[in-house]
């Protein structure tokens, strides 16, 4: 599986930006897909995720209720709408998907180490 995530770029606080990050090769809707990011000197941290069914989706508390996660199963595409961004949302963004694995912990979307494919990044800067 290739996620090829893009969207990312410069934006004035308050603004908006919407993240696609596409799959290619031996995808399936199964998959879990999530999204992290990464800011220079700090660790990848969880940003948003959504199950393969597109039934549940789950966000870290400093992005709720401003970002939104969506699929397209027939587009093998998952997006995150990021509205109201903060300077604090400055980061390389990265998505991520699953294998369709059992997840047996909590908070398993929010782990690195539950996901089995990743993207390249896309910068996403906001400026105050």
């Known amino acids: 599986v290739q996620l090829q995530a893009s969207g990312g770029g410069l934006v004035q606080a308050g603004g908006s930006l919407r993240l696609s990050c596409a799959a290619s090769?031996?995808?399936?809707?199964?998959?879990?897909m999530g999204w992290f990011r990464q800011a220079p000197g700090k660790e990848r941290e969880f940003v948003a995720a959504?199950?393969?069914?597109?039934?549940?989706?789950f966000y870290a508390d400093s992005v709720k209720g401003r970002f939104t996660i969506s699929r397209d199963n027939a587009k093998n595409t998952v997006y995150l709408q990021m509205n109201s961004l903060k300077p604090e949302d400055t980061a390389v963004y990265y998505c991520a998907a699953d294998s369709g694995r059992l997840h047996f912990f909590s908070s398993w979307y929010a782990r690195t180490n539950e996901y089995d494919y990743w993207g390249q990044g896309t910068q996403v800067t906001v400026s105050s």
């Open positions: 090769g031996r995808t399936s809707s199964r998959y879990a």
């Open positions: 959504v199950t393969g069914s597109g039934g549940s989706t």
